[in-house]
C-alpha cells in the first residue's frame, strides 16, 4: 500500500469512529420530549436568580435553597430528621408564600416530632420549639396574620396546637370525635379561623384563632388532603384525594361553595398572588390542573413527570414549580434510592413558554412544602456589615426589620446560633439481602428482633410492644412489586417511629434486600411509625404504632416518659446548645386563651 493510500485508510478508521462515538452521544427517543422546553445553549441559565425557593426536603433532614428561574441549588441546611411544612415569618397576608419580613421560617420536624427554626439571614438553624409530648407533629405552615402563633397539627395523635413562636407556649385540644388525623392547616387572613383537613372523616375542621377552640367540621370530597385559603380570604381550597375534585369552601358561610372536576389525585394547592387561579398538584394524572376562581371551573392542564406531590409558585406569579416524587426512566441512578425532581414551568399566559416545562433537575430527599421569596429580601451579610444582625437590622423596601430579642428564651442581642440538629444518631443501620423471614417480634439471643413487612399502604404487624431497655434490632423488607395504583417500579418504603426514635430509625426499605436498623430502646411510650418516603396516594394512611412497654406496664399516650423527652435535648450533640430549646411540656396549655390576639 503506497503512503497516500495508507493515509486514507487511517482517516476512513478515524470517521468511522468519530461516527460511532456521536451515536454514543445522541439524544434516545425519551430524551426527545415535547413537553420540555430545551434551550439551545447554557447561557439560560442566570447567575443571579431573582426569587429563591425555600423547600422542606423530608427525610434528608435539609432545607434546600433553590434559584428561580434558574432552578440551581444553592445549598442543604441541616435542620433534623424528617422536615415537612413551613411558613415565612412576617405576614400570612398573600397567598401561601405570605408577606415575608426575611427573618425567620418555622419548619415541622415530623421525624423528631419538633419545630425548627431558620434564621434566613444566616442561612442558620437558631432555636427549637419544643412542642408537648406526645403529640405526633405532622405540620406547622399555618400562621396568624400578625406572626406571632403558628398552628400545629397532631396528625399521629389525634390533636392540634397554637404555639407562640416568642416561647415556645402551647394550647393543646383533642379533635373529636376520635379517631381524627388533622393535617394540612391554614390560617385565615382576617385572624378568625383555622382550617386542617382531617382524612379520617373527610372533612375539613374549622377552629377559632383566638381563643383556639374547635368550632366545626365542614364535609368535603373523599379523603382531604390540602387546604388554603385564597388571598382575598374568600374562598378555602381542598383537595379531594381519593375523589378527583377541588371542594371550594365559602369562608363566611362556613360551607362548601362549588365542587369542582380535577384531575385524578389532587394533593396541593398554590393560588396565584391575586387569588384568581389556583395550581393543583394532581398525583395520579401526573398533571397540574389550572382553576379559575372566578368561574369555578377547571381552564387548563399540564403534564408534569412524575407523580407530583407538593408545588411552589413563584412570587410574581411567573413559574410554578411541580415537586415530583418519582423520576422513573429520567436520571442517572446514584444510590439504591431513587432521585426526586423539580420541574418548573412557565405559567405566564403572555409567553410564547406558556404551559411547558423550562426546566427538570433532581433533588436530594423527599421534599414537601415549597415556598418562594424574592431574593432582594435576604441581604448580604459578608462585607463588613454583619454586626446589624444583632439588633440593628436591614430595610425592606420601606419597612424596618430588627432582630431585637432581647425577650425572646433562646435568643439575645449579642448571639446568633448556628445549630445543625442531629438527623441520625444512636443506632446502627445497614442493608441486608431480603430477609423472608416470618413478620412479627421475636428474641434471638439477648435481641429483640422485630421483622415488618411494608406493602402499599401498609405495615405487617401494625403494632409491636418490646421492653424499655431491650436491644432491638428492626428488619425492614418491602413486598412491593410496584406503587400501588400508579405501578412505577422504582417504590421505596420507610419505617420511622416519629419523636424519640426518628433518629434512631428512619429506615429505608427499597425492593430485593432489607433495610436494618440497630438501637437501644431507652425511653418508654407509644409512638406512632409512618412511612417517611413517599410511596404513592395513600402514603400518608401508611402508619403503626411502636410501644416500648415500662418494667411491669403496658405503655400509652398517658403512660411513658414524655416530660424527659419533652425537653428535645436528643435532638442536639453538645449539652451546650441546649439554651436554644424552649417550650416542652413545662409550656404546655400556658397561654391564656381570649388574650392572645391573632391580628
Known sequence: MNKKGFLALILAVLFLAGIAEARKTELTPADQRDWQVIAPQDSDSPLRDYAMLYEAGGHDGNIGVIGIPSMKVYRYIKMGVDMHNFPFSGSNAGNNNGTPDGKFLWVSDKGADAVIELNLQTGFAERILA??????????????????????????????????????????????????????PDASKDGKYVFAGNYYHSAVM?????????????????????????????WAVVCDKLSATQSVIDVRQLKVHRVIPVGAGPLHNQPDSYGKYNYISSFVSDSTCKVDLGRMQMVDEFPIHYRVGHNSI????????????????????????????????????????????????????????????????IQRWNTGTGGDLFAKGYELGDVKVSFDD?????????????????????AKRYFIPRDDGKPGVTQEGDVTVVRIKA?????????????????????????????????????????????????????????????????????????????????????????????????????????????????????????????????????????????????
Open 131 to 184: 412542642n408537648p409530648k406526645p403529640f405526633g407533629i405532622h405540620h406547622s405552615a399555618a400562621m396568624s396574620p400578625n406572626g406571632k402563633y403558628i398552628f400545629l397539627t397532631g396528625e399521629l395523635s389525634g390533636k392540634m396546637a397554637k404555639m407562640r413562636v416568642a416561647d415556645g407556649a402551647t394550647t393543646v385540644i383533642d379533635v373529636p370525635p376520635a379517631p381524627s388525623a388533622p393535617d394540612y
Open 206 to 234: 374549622v377552629f377559632s384563632q383566638d381563643p383556639f377552640k374547635f368550632i366545626k367540621e365542614i364535609p368535603v370530597g373523599k379523603n382531604p388532603h390540602g387546604t388554603n385559603f385564597v388571598p382575598t380570604n374568600r
Open 314 to 377: 413563584s412570587p410574581d406569579d411567573h413559574y410554578y414549580v411541580s415537586q415530583n416524587k418519582f423520576s422513573t426512566g429520567l436520571f442517572n441512578p446514584t444510590g439504591i434510592v431513587f432521585a426526586i425532581n423539580f420541574e418548573e414551568q412557565d405559567i405566564d399566559e403572555l409567553s410564547p413558554t406558556y404551559g411547558k416545562s423550562v426546566k427538570i433537575v433532581p433533588i436530594n430527599g423527599e421534599p414537601h412544602e415549597g415556598r418562594q421569596i424574592f431574593s432582594t429580601t
Open 406 to 426: 432581647k425577650n425572646t428564651p433562646g435568643r439575645s442581642l449579642t448571639k446568633r446560633p448556628s445549630l445543625e440538629p442531629l438527623h441520625l444518631a444512636g
Open 455 to 599: 406493602f402499599s399502604y401498609g405495615y405487617i404487624p401494625r403494632f409491636i410492644h418490646v421492653k424499655k431497655g431491650a436491644k432491638v434490632r428492626i428488619i425492614l423488607t418491602n413486598i412491593d412489586k410496584a406503587a400501588g395504583l400508579t405501578k412505577n417500579p422504582d417504590v421505596t418504603m420507610g419505617f420511622l417511629p416519629a419523636g424519640y426514635y426518628g433518629q434512631k430509625t428512619r429506615i429505608d426499605g427499597v425492593r430485593g434486600m432489607s433495610g436494618v436498623g440497630e438501637f437501644i430502646a431507652d425511653k418508654a411510650g407509644e409512638f406512632e411509625f409512618y412511612c417517611q418516603q413517599f410511596c404513592g396516594p395513600l402514603h400518608l394512611e401508611m402508619r403503626g404504632t411502636f410501644f416500648v412497654d415500662p418494667p411491669g406496664g403496658t405503655a400509652s399516650l398517658s403512660v411513658g416518659d414524655y416530660d424527659e423527652m419533652s425537653k428535645l435535648e436528643y435532638q442536639l450533640g453538645d449539652p451546650e446548645e441546649r439554651e436554644f430549646i424552649t417550650g416542652g411540656n413545662r409550656l404546655l396549655n400556658t397561654l391564656k386563651e381570649g388574650n392572645e390576639p391573632a391580628i
